[in-house]
């Protein structure tokens, strides 16, 4: 069924019970598949659904393709979801752009980072921050726009890099900043220890009445350890995201497949690995012969 209030909302409401997963959907028929697997929340990230246009994760899609496919995915899914918004598209102008396309599409929240355009995965090296004002200035702009089109509902999460580039403590002041500027949930990017994210979390509890829901990025083959979900909402966290994971599973398994069609010229020794027919039609809800309606 439809959602019957701004997702926003009822994300909050879910973190605010417990620590909620939210692996990445990177098109209509993953979201789906999260929803029927049992997940409360899902995840658009930008560089999953950037490679799986063909390209590098590197601000190449426009505002219009994000927010297209953000449409489809929350229809699919039904779910609460927090998307990816780079470095917003531009400077404060899109920024409120980027906010209404968002919240028009059915997303419960987006996060900006602080990184100049082009930017770079939070997990390689190599990147470069802009301005603690100028971060602050599009924060605000985002926080009005929340505001302004969903009465605040729309959920505006401030991503950091600074670990990676000025430090540990850089990105706890970035943060501290991103907070007084709007930002409702901070996503400390790059972090390379449980004690780095346990670390952050007791700063943001410092805060008070103004302590952030926290996202952490439990990304595969990158700078942060694998740990648990559990781990991370023992630490202060609210919501892990798994980016690029139903991508890199589903990838690798197309490539192994078509490495064996190379060789053997038949896909029978892959019929175990694959959703079958009706399994398919079962996760889109389609009885052949009879009008589907979602």
Request: proline share 4%.
């Amino acid at each position: 069924m439809p959602i019957k209030e701004h997702p926003g909302t009822l994300l909050r409401q879910r973190m605010d019970q417990s620590v909620i997963a939210a692996p990445g959907a990177f098109n209509a028929l993953v979201g789906k598949a999260v929803a029927d697997a049992g997940f409360q929340a899902a995840y658009f990230s930008g560089g999953a659904t950037t490679v799986a246009a063909g390209v590098p994760d590197v601000g190449l899609l426009t505002l219009d393709h994000f927010a297209r496919e953000i449409k489809q995915v929350v229809h699919a899914s039904q779910l609460p979801l927090i998307a990816d918004a780079d470095t917003g598209f531009g400077e404060e102008e899109m920024i409120r752009r980027t906010v209404l396309e968002y919240n028009f599409a059915g997303a419960a929240g987006l996060h900006l980072e602080d990184q100049v355009f082009p930017k770079r995965c939070g997990h390689l090296d190599g990147k470069e921050l802009v301005s603690v004002e100028q971060m602050v200035s599009k924060v605000q702009w985002a926080a009005k726009a929340s505001e302004d089109y969903s009465d605040g509902a729309f959920m505006i999460c401030a991503r950091t890099d600074a670990k990676g580039v000025d430090g540990f403590d850089a990105a706890v002041e970035r943060a501290k900043a991103y907070v007084e500027a709007g930002a409702s949930m901070i996503f400390p990017e790059g972090l390379t220890s449980e004690q780095e994210f346990a670390d952050f979390a007791k700063a943001m509890d410092a805060m008070g009445d103004k302590r952030p829901y926290l996202l952490a990025n439990m990304t595969e083959f990158g700078k942060t350890p694998m740990l648990t979900l559990d781990q991370f909402g023992a630490m202060g966290y609210n919501i892990v995201i798994y980016p690029v994971s139903t991508l890199r599973i589903a990838m690798g398994a197309v490539a192994r497949a078509l490495a064996e069609l190379k060789q053997t010229g038949t896909l029978e020794g892959q019929l175990g690995n694959m959703q079958t027919r009706q399994e398919l039609y079962d996760l889109v809800g389609y009885t052949p012969g009879t009008p589907w309606e979602m």
